[in-house]
């Protein structure tokens, strides 16, 4: 165990940080532990109480200050663990290394390595709180433990304190109860980008991912690990001075009878709060979210099997969830080469069970696997949409799971939750260890963010959390904004769980002028990661794209084995590279008003491939041939895009 720090050396590591910040730092330390650093010494979070009690920490980024001296602690019923603190003891350094398989992220094969340690503080009864910290080479994640008979949680103090000058892009939490039905919250609004920190969130606080820009330094705030015993969190509405604090859901925010806030016996464990660190790529090719995530809970079975799928509803809608439409959709599916199709809400009214069953078995000829969709149902929502009231209990979906695997379906769809109480983040997992028991994948809609379930449930597919195609085909408001929405999603909701988007349109939206060049929608296809793509064009639109783009989307890989961030800003735009086996496919998108000429490094790649990018006109596209190499010269088109494969 090392020693605490004397005060004047906690006093000495503070005293780079500006006078102008003063406002945000902690009193004199009355003890600080020596700062533990990322296993390339690059990073490096210091822990420190002060005079008074108050517990902080702050972060580092090749010395110069990331966070400054931000708040730790919680209060529990009858035990304030949040003031009037001492650091009683700390563990001793403790290296991680882990390795695990994703069938639905950025990269197949993950590893990951990072320094831990705990830190046990005291209040004046002698009630303990262990705060864990892990630094890796791309962030700093820390939670708590709290042990006892009967642990109720009331808040959580922790803060995270920028410099003054520090940007923000962040998403506002929508109001409980509010939108279609009373179906918010569901993380589906616009982000407000580049702000200054503390500006107020015009709603109920912001939502995960949360991105910031210190200096050179972007940092991406999330949490992960929830296994359903603790609420999900988001950040508070008010951030003065740039101090941003966790707060929980609202009241509405749970099942019937349910519990709000996180409870337990014996010992509660919060979710790591998780700040991946670093530059843009340093962002883009973290998978902390899902390294902090706890292991999978069951294993990697054979009838787990990412993929594409046709979608009916995005487009063509309600009257069109019928029995002849569906078949129609099956066989697009299987000329497309797609995985999947979806039969959305009403089909247990329009089609009834036993025709699903037929739909199912004509779909598995065809090489095809058919899934529904689900109302989460209770009183939380108004929305009136079937099928609902089969998933309530335990007794419920296993007799509904049961019926649905007999029938030969292969998965579902869940919509319309009601937030992120504990109650209904426990809802979430039980659906999911049920569904996985029944072999059946799953979907949610209307949903909170994953923060790291599909590394937990290999079954969960992908979730929406996001303002996705759907909204575009509502109004046109919602498609004038979507390029700069769409470039937001790589740096942000996209960064460490699987999301379901729903691209891409080539041909015409009903009543919409559609404001995205064709290129733009290809490139969501591999910009975009998601275990199973719902593609949202239907067959007409996609007869109107060449073949050359057709074969393209027939031959998208399933999953992703790497992927390697090469450009982009948020909001602005983005170049990914993903890799399949030996192939590599690079796309871009520009959601700007203006022609965005970029010298992108490939020399990572260094083949020749076909590239294909927007033609003359906004419906046009255009292939031609492409080399990978240290300059590759790209000119993407305004609300344009490309994908280029290197075979």
Known sequence: MRACWSVAAALTLYAAIPATYAATSTPAAAAAAAPLASPDGHLSVALAVSADGSATYAIRRDGAAVLLPSALGMALEGADLSHALTLASESPVRAVHDSYELATGKRSHITYSANE????????????????????????????????????????????????????WLQPMAIAKSGFARTNPSYEEFWQKDIPVGTPSPMAGWIFPALFRTGDTWVALTEAGMDGSFHASRLATQSEGGVYRITGPAPEEVTPNGALLAHAEGELVSPWRVLAIGNLATLVDSTLGTDLAAPAARPMASWIRPGHASWSWAILKDDFTTYDVQKQFIDYAANMHWDYTLIDSGWDQKIGYEKIGELAAYAKKKGVG?????????????????????????????????????????????????????????????????????????????????????????????????????????????QDAIAPHAAMIPFTRNLFDPMDFTPLAFGDIPNIKR?????????????????????????????????????????????????????????????????????????????????????????????????????????????SDITANKSTQITIKPHGGFVATFK
Do not use: C
């Not at 426990?426 to 923060?451: C, S």
């Not at 599909?454 to 979730?463: D, E, G, H, Q």
């Open 515 to 623: 404001t995205t060049r064709n290129g733009f929608e290809l490139a969501e296809s591999v910009l975009f990661v998601s275990g199973i793509q719902h593609f949202a064009e239907i067959p007409a639109g996609m007869a109107t794209a060449p073949s050359y783009v057709k074969q393209t989307l027939q031959n998208l890989p399933r999953s992703w084995d790497d992927s390697k961030y090469v450009d982009g800003f948020p909001g602005q735009y983005a170049v990914i590279a993903r890799r399949a086996g030996k192939t590599w496919y690079v796309a871009g998108f520009n959601g700007g008003d203006s022609d965005k000429t970029l010298s992108l490094d490939l020399s990572f790649i260094a083949k020749h491939g076909k590239l294909i990018s927007d033609g003359a006109t906004e419906r046009a596209f255009v292939q």
């Open 117 to 168: 340690q705990t830190y046990t503080l005291r209040n004046p009864q002698q009630q303990a709180i262990d705060v864990t910290f892990r630094v890796s080479n791309d962030g700093v994640a820390f939670r708590y433990t709290v042990r006892g008979a009967q642990l109720k949680f009331v808040s959580e103090a922790t803060s995270f304190a920028f410099a003054p000058s520090t940007r923000a």
């Open 370 to 478: 058919v899934l529904v969709w689900y109302n989460s149902a209770g009183p939380w929502n108004d929305t009136g949409m079937t099928p609902m009231n089969k998933l309530l209990t335990h007794q419920d979906r296993v007799a509904e799971f049961k019926k649905l695997h007999e029938l030969g379906v292969k998965g579902v769809k869940v919509d319309f939750f009601g937030g992120d109480g504990q109650s209904m983040i426990a809802y979430y997992v039980d659906i999911l260890k049920d569904a996985y028991d029944a072999q059946l994948l799953v979907n949610f809609h209307g949903a909170t963010l994953p923060r790291g379930w599909s590394r937990t449930w290999p079954n969960l597919m992908t979730m929406e959390a996001i303002r996705g195609f759907e909204f575009t085909t509502f109004d046109q408001p919602g």
